[in-house]
């Protein structure tokens, strides 16, 4: 892991109630235009500028920048990593964390966080901005400032958000059912096979019985292993039979999600069945996850995907495909056999499906 973490400011004079730890990783909220006009992340000391507020919160606040920060566009593992090591080694010093992050792959990134920590009791906030902190209607201010909010409360002396989420334009949702619908509005984000957890307003108000209850017993445990020879295939009308023999004829493909119709539909031509179950024989593990947002996938409901199950493709039921792409590259990185990762697929790790 190359990321050098930098502590750049400690709020000063605040009793200490609760401490919070936020990443700044890069992301539009950071951004500024470079000569040619494109938007490109800048310092993160030009970010709190932008935010005076933040010494009226009544919390602890620390903040780390990633050395270079990042559009999220470039993302990768080790970025997922250094976020996972960040947190992991501060979990004990801290009550909860935010993560400011591009929103392109907030998504992939909360998903793979909420993966990588097992037994996470404390909340892991994302949050982010469609239009830089620096311009006049930037959605920044509002995000940040309710995201530590949220990271901030607690109950009895424990925190109500035990979770990674996506705060953004006054909803939270569970990271790992999230997905960025949209890209030139406010509301960036939605989960629509969960609940929102909480409604920012003038109060916020929280989803309770959504809230995920973990007992706290079992110390953090950080999983950092991916392997990323893993491919996704969405399926279109039309599709080639030599489209599709290619990418399972990738060298070392290990795991393939296939995006289907519907409620996990594929076209009823034969080859569709005889390439599949190849790739199964040979080991590939095949994941069915639906092209729609909301729904699950199910086997069997038509024609069309009877044949999937009988095969050994697995059924995504509601996974929302970051999700299930970030899980299937952490299973492999087990190394545990087919068998394992593929029971493994089949029910939640951590809230990420029905
Ligand atoms: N391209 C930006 C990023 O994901 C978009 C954003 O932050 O909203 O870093």
Not at 285 to 298: A, K, Y
Not at 324 to 345: F, H, I, P
Request: some cysteine; glycine content about 8%; charged content about 20%.
């Amino acid at each position: 892991m190359n990321y050098e973490i930098v502590k750049i400011r400690s709020s000063q004079g605040v009793s200490k109630q609760c401490a919070i730890l936020i990443i700044y990783t890069g992301g539009t909220i950071g951004m500024s235009q470079d000569a040619s006009g494109s938007l490109v992340p800048f310092n993160f000391m030009k970010v709190l500028d932008h935010i005076p507020e933040l010494s009226k919160i009544e919390v602890e606040l620390t903040m780390i920048s990633f050395p270079k920060p990042i559009d999220s566009s470039n993302v990768n593992i080790g970025d997922w990593q250094a976020l996972g090591h960040i947190i992991y080694e501060n979990y004990d010093q801290y009550d909860g964390f935010v993560i400011l992050h591009g929103t392109d792959t907030m998504a992939y990134s909360a998903s793979a966080l909420s993966f990588m920590l097992e037994g996470l009791a404390k909340p892991i906030i994302f949050t982010g901005a469609q239009i830089p902190i620096g311009m006049l209607r930037s959605d920044a201010r509002e995000n940040l400032i309710t995201a530590i909010e949220i990271a901030a409360n607690q109950r009895n002396g424990c925190p109500l958000i035990k979770e990674v989420c996506i705060y953004f334009n006054q909803g939270l949702f569970r990271g790992n059912r999230s997905q960025k619908m949209r890209s030139s509005t406010f509301a960036a984000f939605d989960s629509q096979n969960y609940p929102i957890l909480a409604v920012s307003g003038i109060d916020i108000n929280y989803n309770e019985t959504a809230l995920a209850k973990p007992n706290g017993l079992a110390p953090l445990r950080l999983h950092k292993d991916f392997d990323d020879n893993v491919a996704i295939l969405k399926i279109f009308p039309g599709i080639t039979q030599a489209l599709f023999i290619s990418i399972l004829g990738i060298k070392n493909l290990k795991g393939l999600i296939i995006e289907t119709f519907g409620s996990g539909n594929i076209p009823n031509e034969a080859w569709f069945i005889e390439c599949l179950k190849k790739a199964v024989e040979n080991q590939i593990i095949i994941l069915n996850v639906s092209q729609c947002s909301g729904g699950d996938v199910i086997h069997g409901r038509y024609k069309t995907s009877k044949k999937l199950s009988e095969i050994g493709i697995i059924s995504g039921g509601n996974i929302t495909t970051e999700s299930a792409l970030v899980k299937l590259m952490l299973l492999l990185g087990t190394k545990k056999s087919n068998e394992m990762v593929k029971n493994s697929l089949k029910s939640p790790m951590n809230g990420e499906m029905d």
